[in-house]
């Protein structure tokens, strides 16, 4: 086998970043939401959980990310 060849990151770094970018997407949609007084009909909307799913996928993607970064599959 060649020893310059490229090796391949593993499937869990790709749905960190996957994880990362939507998180983000959804948390910051729960922050203009917050700041724009945007009124929500829902029976827990005071509870804004889009805030706190996207912190937590954010969280995960990020763990995801750091522990398979240097990890390469042959």
Do not use: C, D, Q
């Amino acid at each position: 086998m060649n020893e310059k060849a490229k090796k391949m990151k593993p499937i869990w770094y790709f749905v960190g970043i996957v994880l990362l970018v939507m998180g983000a997407v959804i948390f910051l949609e729960g922050v203009y939401e917050i700041i724009r007084n945007v009124e929500s009909k829902t029976v827990l909307a005071h509870l804004h959980s889009n805030i706190w799913w996207g912190g937590i996928m954010v969280v995960v993607g990020a763990i995801f990310i750091l522990k398979n970064r240097n990890v390469s599959v042959e």
